[in-house]
């Protein structure tokens, strides 16, 4: 069967259908791929880019102002500041209370104190507030919480205290010194023949002091006394100044 073309109502040219058929181009295997992969695109969805938010997603800046206490949060602003350390007014009759009582309790922590701190150094101190927090039981305060304590607990206190004392060096000394028929050393013997005399309105040095020297023991200044003898002038002393004040040989 022939097959003509028609163009503007006149037939160009006829052709058998079958050789049409046969003039026909198989697709060949490239083809077939480049089709396949059009229509894989095809139904592959396209990636939308992601768009550009257009808000500003940049985080507030925070404000941290630094101290040692309380933390305070107000919006972005955290503040943080320092606890105001409340002091306690000790109560009625407590050795806080007590000036006298605190006076002698704040003495003695302070001779201890000196004396310790002649052989161990600076960390007498805080040696001395730490071993005494611990034998009476302080714990999480500083030692001057015994302000608040009843002026009952002071003597026990005391009592602690002046036995600290008394094993420091200067604390035996003057322990030892403070014994019937002890004879001191020399500069102790100065130090109380000066206390003695100013019941008198006098000093080592006047001329009424030479006099009594060189009445009792024949010498005219200390240096020629001896170690015994300064002992007995002052025991001579002492003993003039408790009779002025009404006190019994």
């Known amino acids: 069967m022939a097959v003509g073309e028609e163009r503007n ?4 040219a006829l052709r058998p259908v079958a050789e049409d058929a046969k003039c026909a181009k198989k697709p060949g295997r490239n083809d077939l791929k ?3 992969s059009e229509i894989l695109e095809e139904a592959t969805p396209t990636k939308k880019k992601p768009r550009r938010s257009s808000k500003n997603t940049t985080p ?29 007014l000790p109560p009625p009759s407590s050795i806080g ?6 006076s002698r309790i704040t003495t003695l922590f302070n001779k201890i104190g000196e004396a310790r701190e002649k052989r161990f150094g600076k960390s007498a101190y805080s040696v001395l507030y730490s071993k005494f927090k611990r034998d009476f039981g302080i714990k999480n305060n500083k030692w001057t919480a015994i302000w608040t304590w009843p002026k009952e607990c002071a003597p026990a206190i005391i009592d602690y205290l002046e036995d600290k004392y008394s094993n420091t060096i200067q604390g035996r000394l003057e322990k030892a010194a403070s014994k019937g028929g002890y004879i001191h050393t020399r500069p102790y013997l100065y130090k ?8 008198f309105g006098l000093t080592v040095k006047s001329p009424g002091i030479r006099e009594l020297l060189k009445s009792y023991f024949g010498v005219s200044s200390h240096t ?3 170690h015994l003898e300064h002992w007995q002038f002052v025991c001579y002393l002492e003993g003039l100044v408790r009779q002025i004040e009404g006190g019994v040989d």
């Open 192 to 199: 109380k023949e000066s206390e003695l005399l100013e019941h």
């Open 9 to 12: 109502g006149k037939v160009i």
């Open 34 to 36: 480049k089709r396949v």
């Open 224 to 226: 020629q006394l001896s």
């Open 97 to 102: 209370a007590d000036p006298l009582l605190k």
């Open 60 to 88: 507030p800046t925070s404000m941290r102002i630094t101290g040692n206490g309380n933390v305070q949060v107000a919006g972005d602003v955290i503040i943080t500041t320092k606890q105001s350390e409340k002091k306690i």
